[in-house]
């Protein structure tokens, strides 16, 4: 089983509210992934969480807040977002770095923002 | 030096054709080179990846070649269909620490006309 899932897959908010992403993964993998993804460009990396720690922020503005819970979810909060932030959003994981193994992409969240 | 450069920007191919989508590195640490293919509004899924010390991989109708020494690779997909209209990208992945660091080619608009 290689599936990563997201939810939900579209989301419409406005520029005051407040809303999550998230991410699911069973494949035992303890690297997973936010990127971000505009029309007709490849994604943008915008977290790593290595082991349920963040591993790498991005430069990412503060209102994209990230959560690891455990191994094998993943979520972004969303607050006061700017409607450039409307993207495709997308989740990934990874196996152990050692494995000549690749990313898994999830179907990603359509966002809108108001 | 992390760039990973990828041509044709947009490739048009008949049914039954071959198509051909070239990319080249600069980083010799690459550790894996994955080819994604990403249809609009869906997440990027694994077609087929490499690693750096096999000149050939074939799986079905896709094929990698890669040419270390040039530090270039290519997909090449047989018998093109019009299912294979997709977005694809190029990657290269440098395994650090506990996660990877994916770098994507800017991406290829493939048109498969019949």
């Known amino acids: 089983d290689t599936e990563v899932t997201q939810t939900p897959k579209h989301l419409v908010m406005g520029m005051t509210n407040k809303k999550s992403l998230k991410c699911e993964q069973h494949?035992?993998?303890?690297?997973m992934y936010w990127y971000k993804q505009k029309a007709k460009k490849p994604p943008e990396l915008m977290f790593v969480?290595?082991?349920?720690?963040?591993?790498i922020n991005e430069s990412v503005p503060s209102r994209f807040s990230p959560e690891c819970p455990n191994s094998s979810l993943l979520n972004l909060h969303l607050h006061a977002l700017q409607p450039e932030d409307s993207a495709l959003y997308l989740c990934?994981?990874?196996?152990?770095?050692?494995?000549?193994?690749?990313?898994?992409f999830g179907p990603g969240t359509r966002l809108t923002v108001l | 030096q992390q760039q990973v450069k990828q041509s044709p920007q947009s490739l048009i191919v008949q049914k039954g054709g071959i198509s051909i989508i070239n990319c080249a590195y600069e980083?010799?640490?690459?550790?894996?080179f994955p080819w994604y293919q990403q249809f609009p509004g869906k997440g990027p899924a694994l077609l087929i990846a490499?690693?750096?010390?096999?000149s050939e991989k074939k799986e079905g109708r896709f094929t990698i070649s890669f040419n270390k020494s040039a530090k270039q690779f290519s997909l090449h997909i047989m018998d093109s269909q019009p299912g294979d209209s997709a977005t694809y990208f190029c990657?290269?992945?440098?395994?650090?620490?506990?996660?990877?660091?994916?770098?994507f080619g800017t991406g290829t608009k493939l048109q498969v006309i019949p």
């Open positions: 990934a994981s990874s196996p152990r770095p050692w494995a000549a193994d690749t990313q898994y």
């Open positions: 494949m035992g993998h303890r690297a």
């Open positions: 969480y290595s082991y349920e720690k963040l591993s």
């Open positions: 980083n010799t640490a690459f550790d894996y």
């Open positions: 490499i690693r750096p010390d096999v």
């Open positions: 990657a290269a992945i440098l395994n650090s620490g506990g996660y990877q660091k994916v770098t």
